[in-house]
Every structure is written in structure tokens, then in C-alpha cells.
């Protein structure tokens, strides 16, 4: 493999093994200077300047910190910058700066807290206990399906307030709208998706307005007390947020709530299956080691694997001249592999301490919002799961094509 041969932005990159992948950017890792490479062609925008790969980890780490040289609110934090038509559905806080960004984020930050999170924690266990109970009773089956999906779905429905009746059609929404190139999910006729994804952004804000709506007619002594009801009536200097807004907020947050912890489970029951060593370790002192493999697994697994910024003002950062406008892409899947901060990155090790890796980015504004939701989450599933089905093992997993989650779409277990 030669750098000349990589290419980022081509899909077929991101259909190779998951070892070749990793090849690939530890090849960048070891250049003097980021890579530059030019954007792949989009249907709903022009193709844009191209950018910089950030693939160690002091560039994503830096960029994170100087949210003022490298910002989130020009053009987007996908490589492509979104049109207006598409910001109206997935624009929101992530897209946005500091002073409006914390005000957003402001809104529905407590919810997040580990003081609010412990408060539902044993919901979180009793969903969990069910899903192990019906996984026993069906046996053998799609790990994904049965169980990796449904917790993060049950958790982030029930803190907006979403009826149970609904949960199909939010996972089968926010499973188009992070589908990156998946012929499952998404046409291949370039045209055809874009209708697709504007189609699921529209859907979850019908959703949502009609959350809204019975909000607004619950008599004020009695709110529910609901983060779609936080969000109608949050007032951002004096003003509430626009239907656009609340729906963009909305598809934000159960996208994110979907598609990142469901992805790091599957990776575990894989990496458990791969280093049953590592299996063993954790059984032997469960409470001991439960968080480390915790943050081991999103580290090896770094469920998103990037988010770009741009530069706002010409800047040097660890020798390399940046202008205004520049693209950089913080490549959190391969700072979580980089040698000079991880030994042995490749070895999967429930023990690694320290362990500061960027899989729910880096220090800086958009740290996250759900991290403490996610761990608990991934905690609480995997202790369900391992000591009560302990033999259970990963078979071979279908994974998303996608740039930007490192997603499995079915994956068959058997215990
Ligand atoms: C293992 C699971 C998860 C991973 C790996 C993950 C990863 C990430 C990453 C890398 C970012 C961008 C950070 C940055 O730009 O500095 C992010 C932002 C965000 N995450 Fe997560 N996430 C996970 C779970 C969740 C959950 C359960 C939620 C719940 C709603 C959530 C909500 C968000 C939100 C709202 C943002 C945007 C924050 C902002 O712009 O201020 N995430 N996440």
C-alpha cells in the first residue's frame, strides 16, 4: 500500500477490511504533513476544495481545542457543506458556534448529566434484563436486530418522550439518514437518495411536530416532563426555537442516540469474540474491569469515525500552514490508533490505562452530549449480557458502507 493509492474519499475505500482500513491510515499517520485529498462528488452540492486528512492525534486533538481557528458553523461538520435544504433537517447545534451553539446545547444539557443519567439507570437495567430474557427465549439470531439496537433506541425515545409505537419508524429513519453509501438503505441512483434522506428528515420532523403540538395543549400545571417539551419551551434570548430548529434538534439527538452506542455493542460482541482472553478478564472481576473495556471498546471500535471543521483565520498547527476556508476532517478513528499515544494500538486490552482516546471527540465544545449516556448504556448491557449468557459469540458481520460510522448492519450470534 502506497499513499498515492489511498483515497478517502472514494466509497470503495471504505468497503475493505477492517485491517486494511487501518493499514491505511497508519501509512498517513507516519506522513510529515496531512494528506490533502479531493472531495467525492455529491449530488445535492458542488464539489468543494477538497481537505486535509487529520489522522494523528495531537492535529484532532488541537483542532478540537481552537474551536474559534477550526469552527463547526461554515458549511457543516460532514465534508460536503450541506445546503439549505438539508441544514433544515440536519444542521442543528452540531453545526453551530459558541455563543448560539451553548445556548442550544444549554437546553437539553442537563438531561445528560451523570446526576440526571443514574436517575433512570435502573430503566436503562430493566429494558436490558428484557432484552436478555427475549434473546434467550428466541435464541441463535441477528445480534444487531434483537439486541444491539434496541436499548440505545428504547433510552433515547423515552427521554424525548416518543410513544413506543413509534420506535420502528425512528430506527428505520435514522437508520437512512446515517446509511452513508448502503445500497440496504439508501438508492444508488444519486437523485433517488437524496429524495430518500430528505424523505426520513421529514418524517421524524412530522414527529416531532406533533409531539409538540400535544405539548402545547397539556395544561401548564401538569408538563411532561420530556426533552421534547424542554425544547418547545426553551427561550434563546427571548425567543423560542423555530419548527425548523425543533426539528433539526430533535432528528440530532435521535440520530446520535441510534447509531453510535448500537454500533459500539455489536463491536464488542465481535472484539469479545476475537480476544476471549480478554472475555476472560472481564469476567474474572466484572465490577473491577467493566469500565475500562468500556472506553477500550470505543477506542477500538470508534464508532464515528470523523468530523470536520474549517478554518476561519490562516494558522500553523504542529508545522503545517492552514488558510481560511481550509477543510480539515479530525479522523477520530485513527488518533485512537496512534502509536505515539497508544502502545500496540492494534492489541485489544480491557486493562489500557491511561486511556484517552477520542471516540467521543476530543476536549472542545462538541464533546459528546451523550458520552455518559453511552457508557452507561454500554455498561449496563454488556454486564446484563455476560454473565448471563457468557458463551455467547459473534459470527461474521455485515457492515454499513459508510465514511463516517464504522457501523455493522447484521451480525449472527450463537450461544
Ligand atoms: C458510543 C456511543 C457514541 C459515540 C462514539 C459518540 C461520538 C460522538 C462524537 C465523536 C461527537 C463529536 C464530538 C466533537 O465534534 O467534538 C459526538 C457529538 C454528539 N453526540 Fe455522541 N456519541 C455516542 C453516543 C451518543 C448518544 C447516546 C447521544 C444521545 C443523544 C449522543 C449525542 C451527541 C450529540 C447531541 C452531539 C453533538 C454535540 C454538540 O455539537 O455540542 N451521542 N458524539
Known amino acids: ?48 476544495p477538497g481537505y486535509y486528512a ?24 460532514s465534508i460536503p457543506d450541506l445546503p439549505l435544504e438539508f441544514n433544515e433537517y440536519f444542521g442543528s447545534m452540531i453545526n453551530i458556534d459558541d455563543p448560539r451553539h451553548a ?26 434484563a428484557t432484552i436478555v430474557d427475549e434473546l434467550l427465549a428466541t435464541g441463535p439470531c441477528d445480534f444487531v436486530q434483537h439486541v444491539a439496537a434496541r436499548l440505545p433506541l428504547k433510552i433515547i425515545c423515552d427521554m424525548m418522550g416518543v410513544p413506543g409505537d413509534r420506535y420502528e419508524m425512528v430506527l428505520a429513519n435514522t437508520n437512512i439518514i446515517l446509511s452513508g453509501a448502503d445500497p440496504e438503505f439508501l438508492s444508488e441512483d444519486l437523485d433517488q437518495a437524496v429524495i430518500q434522506l430528505l424523505g426520513a428528515g421529514q418524517a421524524l420532523a412530522d414527529l416531532v411536530t406533533s409531539l409538540a403540538a400535544a405539548r402545547a395543549g397539556a395544561p401548564a400545571e401538569a408538563p411532561a416532563d420530556d426533552l421534547v417539551s424542554a425544547l418547545v419551551t426553551a427561550n434563546i434570548d427571548g425567543e423560542q426555537l423555530t419548527s425548523a430548529e425543533l426539528a433539526s434538534f430533535f432528528i440530532l439527538l435521535v440520530v446520535a442516540g441510534n447509531e453510535t452506542t448500537r454500533n459500539a455493542l455489536s463491536h464488542a460482541l465481535m472484539l469479545f469474540t476475537e480476544f476471549p482472553d480478554q472475555r476472560a478478564l472481564l469476567l474474572a472481576d466484572l465490577e473491577g474491569r467493566i469500565e475500562g473495556a468500556v472506553e477500550e471498546i470505543v477506542r477500538y471500535a470508534s464508532p464515528v469515525v470523523f468530523m470536520r471543521r474549517t478554518a476561519t483565520q490562516d494558522y500553523t498547527m504542529n508545522g503545517q500552514d492552514y488558510h481560511e476556508g481550509d477543510k480539515v476532517v479530525l479522523y477520530y478513528y485513527s488518533a485512537n490508533r496512534d502509536e505515539a499515544v497508544f502502545a500496540d494500538p492494534e492489541r485489544f486490552d480491557i486493562t489500557r490505562s491511561p486511556n484517552p482516546h477520542v471516540g ?26 455476560l ?22 448492519k447484521h451480525l449472527p450470534c450463537q450461544f
Open 360 to 385: 467521543f471527540g476530543a476536549a472542545g465544545p462538541h464533546y459528546c452530549l451523550g458520552a455518559h449516556l453511552a457508557r452507561r448504556e454500554l455498561t449496563v448491557m454488556l454486564r446484563e449480557l
Open 54 to 77: 487529520l489522522a494523528r492525534y495531537a492535529d484532532v486533538v488541537e483542532a478540537s481545542r481552537h474551536p474559534q481557528v477550526f469552527c463547526s458553523g461554515k458549511g457543516a461538520t
Open 387 to 408: 454473565t448471563r449468557v457468557p458463551d455467547i459469540t459473534a459470527g461474521e458481520p455485515d457492515r454499513l458502507l459508510s465514511s463516517f460510522i464504522n457501523g455493522i
Open 1 to 48: 500500500m502506497t499513499v498515492a493509492g489511498i483515497d478517502l474519499s472514494d466509497t470503495e475505500f471504505w468497503a475493505l477490511p477492517l485491517a486494511d482500513r487501518a493499514a491505511a491510515f497508519a501509512l498517513l499517520r507516519a506522513q510529515q504533513r496531512p494528506v490533502f485529498f479531493e472531495e467525492p462528488e455529491v449530488p445535492f452540492s458542488e464539489k468543494g
Open 103 to 128: 445556548r442550544l446545547r444549554g437546553i437539553v444539557s442537563r438531561a445528560f448529566s451523570p446526576r440526571l443519567v443514574a436517575k433512570f439507570e435502573d430503566d436503562v437495567r430493566r429494558a436490558a
